[in-house]
């Protein structure tokens, strides 16, 4: 029978069974010892921001004997233990010498993700303004005038000639057709009508196609050689039959 179900995710082996042990044993050993420590060094910390210089004065031995106790049973490296305390004497004559306490290293970031994109654009735009400096100079600044100057009126022109344009090429027949409106409104006749629009123009007939060219008889095919024999003229030379031998008379 198993010893561990099959959905078990834990350890199997007696190696490994062990080890879990062992690990148990030492946390129940370990972890009050580091807990201690981290709670009497909390306590002096937070006396000596409060200003009560007697509480933090007892409570700092407290707090070295524990980190120095976790370190001699394994519960914590013995430079980690020192670590802390120097952060804490550190600290607690900060406090008490009235300079704020930095709780911890981590600088946090209080800028969002729209606020430091907004930062970026206007570094970008800073550094390429640095970078042109050729309209500092004096004669940069008459190159960028002159640039300008240019650009403008290649721009008016374009415009110029287009809104020009219409007004030249109307046509003299809408002139006459003024002119001749004008002087029947001053004999007080009625205008004309428009005249009807001219016919369209009648549409050419359509080129009839050609006929297509009639197709030339095939040639006539030459008749095929007859596969009879040769002539006799070609043929080999046959051979004459020989005659009937004579049967040879008994002698009497």
């Given at each position: ?118 930062a970026a654009k206007a570094r970008v735009a800073a550094s ?125």
């Amino acid at each position: 029978m198993a010893h561990s179900a099959r959905n078990w995710k834990g350890a199997r082996t007696p190696q490994a069974i062990k080890r879990d042990r062992q690990a148990a044993r030492r946390h129940e050993v370990n972890q009050p010892r580091e807990s201690r420590a981290k709670t009497l060094v909390t306590k002096a910390l937070r006396a000596a921001i409060a200003g009560d210089a007697e509480l933090a004065t007892a409570t700092i031995p407290e707090a070295e004997s524990a980190l120095d106790r976790a370190a001699k049973t394994g519960a914590i490296h013995p430079n980690a233990a020192a670590r802390r305390k120097s952060r804490l004497m550190r600290k607690v004559n900060a406090a008490l010498a009235g300079t704020t306490v930095v709780g911890s290293a981590h600088v946090t970031k209080t800028t969002g993700k729209a606020a430091a994109a907004k930062a970026a654009k206007a570094r970008v735009a800073a550094s390429r303004a640095a970078k042109a400096k050729g309209e500092q100079t004096a004669a940069g600044k008459a190159r960028a005038a002159v640039h300008r100057a240019t650009r403008g009126e290649a721009t008016e022109t374009p415009a110029a000639a287009t809104s020009t344009a219409p007004a030249a090429a109307k046509p003299a027949a809408r002139k006459t057709a003024s002119t001749a409106r004008a002087a029947t409104a001053a004999r007080g006749e009625a205008a004309p009508k428009t005249t009807a629009k001219a016919p369209a123009a009648a549409k050419a007939p359509a080129v009839a196609k050609a006929p297509a060219a009639a197709k030339a008889p095939a040639a006539a095919k030459a008749p095929r050689a007859s596969r009879t024999a040769a002539p006799a003229e070609d043929a080999a030379p046959t051979k004459p039959a020989r005659a009937p031998r004579a049967k040879k008379q008994p002698e009497a």
